[in-house]
């Protein structure tokens, strides 16, 4: 029998400390940015809301009929704080920065959002009689095991909503009456667990589908706590109702003043044909498929059917609801002629339903403790260490990135090696080789810094540099080295400008213009060196010419030998230009497969166009906020688990 105690205080730091710690490692591996247009329709209205006190996405334009997102304006409306804290920090900046900052602040609501599923995952798991250990490694498992931790960098509504249902679930009493004493359930948290499931069709409307469960499980708990007098489970009931009723009421008012009916999303009349996949590539595609499978993109849920068994010998009224909520949300999806999720890591429609899968885990890591199982530990080191390389390539190389180079529609392909998360891996891969050879790579001379685009594709001259550009010298033992260049700057405006090259910091030559273009040579010492290239800045932009950037002079060739050896050529034959300015155009740039970008918001913050002083800011400000957060939840984490040890010693007999 259950413990019908209210929640310990204990457990409820526990819950606080785990949100700390993933809050934490959630906003150091953000991206700081949006990758979908459903993400940008989404912080317009909250954008519309905050300055203009409307719904509408067109609030400014006069006599113009309004226009309205199609999704739910629950977690635009949600979002509010964020973005009025974004908007405070983006107005103390840069104007040029306040697209990309104010959005990077509001992208925080997803870490916020998960890291919340995951603490009250771990409540679920205790409330469920499970241990400690279990309740942390099934929060964690969800946390970090899963495609919610790529998800935590979006702004998709699927977390929000999984928050919403699965708080619904955990609202309600979970103890079992005394033999012989039926008594009345208490009505609020039926209340509360009905508002909490009215509030999700406010944020994703299709979250429709688990109302239908979330009200069965509701009055099954309602029933069983009322005992033998059925009559008292009554109230309880009428409370989820109207818990329920408020926000669907406000959704339908809403609905009638944007779309004319209540019963009309923005979705539109036609939704229903758009159910016109088959439903064997939608279901199959959601499950196993390489190119989109839950199993894929979440290896620890392998484990589900087992903890699900394990689950219904506990609480079979928690293991129906999460088998059905699933099954439900699969069976919808497999129709839908965007089953994918389009632009998203994974099944992203089955985001909302994570947490109803982790649950069951549960019953699975319970049966670890104590016992010798050596197959099961096995199969769950193995599973997450699977999932380990998936979470990465989700996290390290933006999802954008993948969708621009294979441009693919068929996402349901059974092809491992054209998997998404095979092919970021390779992107990975390949990134840090290139990374080494510019910044490591022995007996070669690099292009490290400073230099535009090549003008020749994958050739890596001719080129032009920026106004200050670095050279490394990676030589072998040898005698002399010998550094040969041709420079031109005949091309620049109004008149070529002088030059300067330096090794090691010392000026080796000056010159007025190398117009016409000028060639170089050095003899050196053979050991590891640094060439640096001064010139006055010009903008072809400024002249009449389509290309806005900041140029010195026009590298034509370079090379480098030891004792008559040449030393190999390296560079990024498509350097990270400055970050556009436009929204679209940032999250073009964001995902351009040409460039070697890591998708973390450090790595923007150097390619962004804000002074040093401010990115330094910046970067502190975000950094203290996210290893702050992630130390007090490590330390409250040791505390809590400190006490149960001494908890535990207590109790032993003496």
């Known amino acids: 029998m259950m413990s019908s105690e209210p929640l310990p205080a204990t457990r409820a730091r526990g819950a606080a400390a785990l949100f700390g710690v993933l809050f934490g490692l959630y906003l150091l591996t953000s991206g700081g940015h949006f990758y979908a247009v459903d993400e940008e329709m989404m912080f317009d209205v909250t954008e519309s809301l905050a300055l203009h006190g409307s719904f509408a996405l067109n609030p400014t334009q006069l006599g113009a009929a309004p226009t309205y997102s199609q999704y739910g304006p629950g977690q635009s409306v949600a979002a509010l ?3 009025w804290i974004g908007r405070a920090i983006a107005g103390r900046f840069s104007p040029d ?9 509001v992208s925080w609501f997803n870490p916020l959002i998960t890291a919340g599923v995951a603490a009250l995952l771990f409540i679920a798991v205790l409330r469920l009689g499970f241990g400690r250990r279990a309740a942390i490694g099934t929060a964690l498992l969800y946390g970090i095991g899963t495609m919610a931790w790529p998800h935590s960098k979006t702004f998709f509504a699927e977390p929000l909503t999984a928050l919403l249902c699965f708080g619904s679930y955990l609202a309600l009493p979970i103890d079992m009456p005394r033999d012989g004493e039926p008594r009345a359930p208490a009505w609020r948290p039926f209340l509360l667990a009905g ?15 688990a109302l239908p469960l979330l009200a ?6 309602a029933l069983r706590a009322a005992g033998r007098e059925r009559r008292a489970a009554v109230p309880a009931l009428a409370a989820w109702a109207a818990g329920a009723a408020l926000p669907l009421v406000a959704l339908a008012i809403y609905q009638q003043a944007a779309f004319g009916s209540p019963f009309r999303s923005g979705y539109g009349d036609s939704i229903w044909s758009q159910f016109s996949t088959d439903f064997w590539v939608g279901f199959g595609g959601q499950i196993w498929s390489s190119g989109r499978g839950i199993l894929w993109y979440a290896p620890p849920l392998l484990l589900f059917p087992i903890g699900l068994w394990l689950l219904w010998r506990r609480d079979w009224q928690t293991a129906a609801l999460c088998a059905l909520i699933v099954v439900a949300h699969v069976l919808f999806y497999s129709k839908w002629i965007a089953w994918d999720g389009a632009g998203a890591w994974g099944p992203r429609f089955l985001n909302a339903v994570l947490p109803f899968m982790a649950l069951p885990l549960a019953a699975f890591l319970d049966t670890l403790h104590g016992r010798r199982t050596p197959l099961r530990s096995g199969a769950l080191i193995v599973l997450a260490l699977l999932a380990a390389p998936v979470q990465l390539a989700g996290l390290l190389i933006s999802v954008n990135t993948f969708f621009s180079l294979t441009r693919g529609d068929d996402l349901s392909n059974y092809r491992v090696a054209d998997s998404a998360i095979a092919v970021q891996l390779r992107i990975a891969a390949d990134q840090l080789r290139q990374l080494y050879e510019i910044r490591f790579a022995p007996d070669s001379v690099a292009l490290v810094a400073g230099f535009s685009y090549s003008e020749d594709g994958p050739r890596q001259v001719p080129r032009w540099t920026l106004p200050q550009a670095t050279i490394a010298l990676r030589p072998p033992p040898g005698d002399m080295l010998e550094l040969d260049m041709e420079l031109n700057s005949c091309f620049a405006q109004p008149a070529p400008s002088p030059i300067a090259i330096a090794v090691a910091g010392q000026v080796l030559a000056r010159d007025q213009a190398a117009c016409p273009r000028r060639r170089y040579r050095f003899a050196l010492p053979a050991r590891p060196t640094t060439v640096t290239l001064s010139t006055a800045a010009w903008n072809p932009a400024a002249f009449g010419g389509e290309r806005d950037e900041e140029l010195g002079v026009m590298l034509q060739q370079i090379a480098a030998q030891v004792d008559g050896r040449p030393l190999a050529l390296q ?12 929204t679209f155009a940032i999250r073009h740039w964001m995902g351009d497969h040409r460039m070697s970008h890591w998708d973390f918001w450090w790595w923007y913050l150097l390619h962004d166009r804000l002074s040093p002083g401010e990115n330094l800011l910046l970067a502190a400000a975000w950094l203290a906020l996210g290893l702050g957060s992630l130390g007090w939840g490590l330390r409250g984490m040791l505390r809590a688990g400190d006490a149960t040890r ?9």
């Open 81 to 83: 704080p964020l973005f």
């Open 97 to 105: 920065a306040y697209p990309w900052l104010i959005r990077a602040i």
């Open 195 to 209: 508002l909490l499931a009215g509030l999700a069709p406010t944020v994703k409307i299709q979250s429709g589908i």
């Open 216 to 221: 069965l499980f509701a009055a099954l708990r």
């Open 571 to 582: 560079g990024d034959t498509l350097p990270v230009p400055p970050m556009p300015r436009g």
């Open 646 to 654: 001494r908890r535990g010693m207590l109790r032993e007999p003496v």
